[in-house]
């Protein structure tokens, strides 16, 4: 009997549970997949149309616009606002010395994570490929063409209807030019504008091969069809100083078939300095014979110069006595001016000095031995 009594209040008891459901169910706001998705749509799109407008900005050298794209009452979106200012003059600045204009930059977002926080504000994860057009000023028929990648952390508010930034995060490749010299800038401009295209038609076989393997593993600035990934064999290095060297001696090893030795090696275990460092990359190239030096020095020194380079050569960064960066030259723009590919900030034929001109860097152009 006692089994029954006990069965009878358990199904009274699932009876009320239900009734009370059924009594609140108007309470509770229940969001379908679609609805959730239509939701994220909404700010993937926002984001889009904010990135757009930022790049139609510096086109036009709108800084209004930019201005409006931030929360100013807020400290970390002033500071992501004036750092876009500066970034703005910079490539003002360099616009003028190099005799070009930008008539395009294009995003293209990959967004990762859209998560609406307790405070009503979103925070959001995404990849930007971007794309950018330029042209010389006495030939603008010719338009030339270069990636960059760059990873975003972001945080959105509604302000009066619209979404601005309240923070944002992304390793900028023209950091480092935030301090631009333009003590010669006319010299340089009219030097760049005497020279012609350069043809790398008859280039041997194994720099191209090293090109090929460039343009495919840039990760963020290679192209949709690649996946914007590196080459998943080799370890990412960027959360450990960086992987620029990492990538240039891939370049060498995958695409120009450089043999590893003791003292230049990868395998399961790591790398090598030699491989993975920038300063003991570019040391090992040159004291090795693998690689001769082109010029040294600051870019007013070395810009000339830089028309030696090639295909498959590369350019060391060196700040305060250390070189930090890598790139590997690529191709050249319809001026015969050099450009280069690489990782940390990943880029796809970017002109070499692009976010290296502060007055204080000295370059490296190192010619390779294929």
Not at 105 to 121: A, E, M, Q, T
Request: proline residues 2%; aromatic residues 14%.
């Amino acid at each position: 009997m006692k089994y029954y009594t006990d069965k009878f209040k358990y199904v009274i008891k699932i009876v009320l549970i239900i009734a009370m459901l059924i009594s609140n169910i108007r309470c509770i706001k229940v969001y379908s997949i679609e609805e959730q998705a239509e939701d994220t749509s909404e700010i993937a799109e926002a984001v889009k149309d904010i990135f757009k407008n930022r790049n139609d900005a510096i086109i036009t050298k709108d800084l209004e616009l930019i201005k409006s794209i931030y929360d100013l009452k807020t400290k970390y979106g002033t500071w992501a606002f004036e750092y876009e200012r500066k970034k703005l003059q910079y490539i003002i600045n360099w616009e003028q010395r190099q005799g070009v204009k930008f008539i395009e930059i294009k995003p293209n977002l990959v967004i990762r994570r859209i998560r609406k926080r307790s405070d009503n504000k979103y925070s959001i994860n995404l990849l930007n490929s971007t794309e950018y057009k330029y042209i010389y000023e006495d030939r603008p028929e010719e338009i030339n063409t270069f990636r960059i990648g760059t990873h975003h952390t972001l945080q959105l508010m509604n302000e009066g209807g619209f979404l601005v930034i309240t923070k944002e995060w992304y390793k900028d490749p023209f950091a480092d030019s935030l301090d631009a010299d333009n003590s010669k800038k006319e010299a340089v401009k009219q030097y760049i504008l005497s020279q012609e295209r350069r043809d790398f038609s008859a280039i041997p076989a194994r720099r191209m091969n090293a090109m090929e393997y460039a343009y495919k593993y840039c990760g963020a600035a290679s192209e949709e069809k690649d996946g914007y990934k590196y080459n998943r064999k080799y370890r990412n290095y960027n959360y450990m100083g960086g992987d620029c060297a990492n990538f240039a001696s891939q370049i060498l090893f995958e695409g120009g078939k450089f043999r590893k030795n003791s003292a230049w090696n990868y395998d399961k275990s790591g790398a090598t300095g030699a491989w993975v460092n920038a300063d003991r990359f570019k040391n090992y190239m040159l004291n090795s014979g693998r690689a001769s030096l082109i010029a040294y020095g600051s870019y007013d020194r070395v810009y000339k110069a830089s028309y030696k380079l090639l295909p498959g050569d590369f350019v060391a960064y060196e700040k305060k006595g250390d070189v930090t960066h890598i790139s590997t030259v690529s191709s050249a723009d319809s001026r015969g001016y050099s450009l280069v590919t690489c990782h940390n900030t990943d880029r796809k034929d970017v002109p070499w000095d692009l976010g290296w001109s502060n007055r204080k860097i000295r370059f490296w152009l190192v010619h390779v031995h294929y």
